[in-house]
């Protein structure tokens, strides 16, 4: 439709090379909903005929109800096929529809709210995964496990002590969205193809009730893909964190290990051993970890070499884009189901911290600290008794027979700094993470109601 009176028609392999249709029903949504602002704001200016106008919003809030039919048009992008579509309902008067804009900034209008949405979606299921996180802590402030560098036993820890690890990071990555949705947030409509229009459009209205302000430059607001490149690093290396805890989930669920059961619906079986019962769920999260990694690359790698203005290529970075978001907000979805249904084996938490000789950091600080001496020269004198020891019991009896230090697990935990696996300590982090959850869900419940029926 756009290139027949410039160029003619367009042999249908070279239409199925350059369409982007199949890409475009992921923002089909978004696109119609950018046209529906485009054409209210039109009607509110006096810039087109009041009935002509009215006819075409209705068309495409029917549209936006079911754009199915859309996908059976042969176009270029999906842009191309709703002005196809509605020239057939509306013969002359559709072309009302394309007064002062273009693809440019519809496309750039479409992919901004597709990323806010999904970016609101991410940030409510961080949040109700940092929850679950906090009220599973709260059962487990004594449950004594080992922790782990390099994946041996190093000092005692809590199992609560390590969820608030989790949550401590996933609230950094919701700071980190937050930040991602205000620089989505911004529109590109009616900055044109790249240096405006001449219709005497009100940027800001069009803006309302979608966007949160508008991207000033006209060519930033058409040519630029940064926004994606910031959003998707952050949900990348949120994805890249989500794969080392599917790491932890998979070891520690192994029979050798045998800390956690896992749900059965997070389970698979094998096609041939009839006992195994297989992680599964956290393998694909594993595995969406490097996939995400591949995404983000190509993504910029698209983008890397681009000069200014809108090119083609960019239509193959919004895929990736996507894919990264979608991908990454089912993960998360994942991890909240998982932690919510997880069961802990107590006792085997326990076994590998006392099996272990954990505590000698602890007695050699301990030794340090009342005899005054040297930390490095007690440390050499702990090691070598661990060396010289059968066993644990053994070293710890040789300890107390030496230094005379009765050591213990539940002292051991207690440890004065704050972020340690303390009980008091876990429990005084849980109490000012939950005030930060419920800042984090006033924030984003009060967004959710400032944009609540604006697509009506």
Request: charge should be negative; hydrophobic fraction near 40%; charged fraction near 25%.
């Amino acid at each position: 439709m756009y290139r027949k009176n410039l160029l003619g028609d367009i042999d249908p392999g070279i239409l199925s090379y350059i369409s982007s249709m199949k890409e475009d029903k992921e923002l089909v949504e978004e696109v119609i909903e950018s046209l529906i602002a485009h054409v209210k704001t039109l009607l509110c200016q006096g810039v087109v005929p009041q009935e002509k106008g009215e006819r075409i919003l209705k068309e495409l809030q029917s549209l936006l109800k079911n754009p199915s039919v859309l996908f059976e048009i042969e176009a270029e992008d999906i842009h191309e096929a709703i002005e196809i579509y509605l020239k057939e309902k509306l013969k002359e008067d559709e072309g009302y529809l394309a007064l002062g804009k273009s693809r440019n900034d519809h496309v750039a209008s479409a992919l901004r709210l597709k990323a806010k949405k999904l970016l609101i979606e991410q940030i409510m299921s961080l949040i109700t995964f940092r929850e679950v996180l906090l009220e599973k802590a709260k059962a487990h402030l004594t449950t004594v496990m080992p922790a782990f560098t390099h994946l041996q036993p190093a000092q005692p820890s809590t199992f609560a002590h390590y969820l608030c690890y989790i949550e401590e990071t996933l609230s950094t990555y919701t700071k980190a969205l937050f930040f991602a949705l205000e620089v989505v947030d911004a529109s590109p409509l009616g900055a044109g193809a790249v240096g405006g229009t001449s219709v005497p459009l009100d940027r800001k209205k069009l803006a309302e009730g979608f966007f949160g302000g508008i991207v000033f430059n006209t060519i930033n607001a058409t040519s630029n893909r940064d926004f994606l490149g910031i959003v998707c690093s952050i949900n990348v290396n949120l994805s890249v964190f989500l794969s080392r805890i599917a790491e932890d989930m998979v070891v520690f669920s192994t029979p050798q290990f045998n800390y956690f059961k896992f749900p059965s619906e997070h389970l698979a079986t094998s096609s041939m051993m009839p006992q195994k019962k297989n992680p599964v769920t956290m393998e694909i999260a594993r595995a969406w970890g490097a996939e995400s990694i591949g995404h983000l690359v190509a993504l910029l790698t698209i983008l890397k070499g681009l000069p200014t203005g809108y090119n083609l290529d960019m239509q193959e970075a919004n895929k990736h884009a996507l894919k990264i978001l979608k991908g990454t907000l089912t993960t998360i979805r994942i991890f909240v189901d998982l932690f919510a249904k997880i069961e802990v084996n107590n006792e085997n938490l326990l076994r590998d911290a006392r099996v272990f000789p954990i505590l000698a950091t602890d007695i050699a600080e301990k030794i340090a600290l009342e005899s005054g001496r040297p930390y490095r020269e007690v440390y050499g004198e702990i090691a070598r008794l661990v060396r010289d020891s059968k066993s644990t019991e053994e070293f710890y009896n040789k300890v107390r027979e030496k230094y005379g230090i009765k050591v213990s697990l539940k002292e051991g935990i207690k440890k004065p700094v704050v972020g340690s696996p303390n009980p008091e300590k876990t429990k005084e982090y849980i109490g000012i993470a939950e005030k930060i959850i419920e800042d984090d869900l006033n924030k984003i419940n009060g967004l959710l109601k400032a944009i609540e029926g604006d697509f009506e």
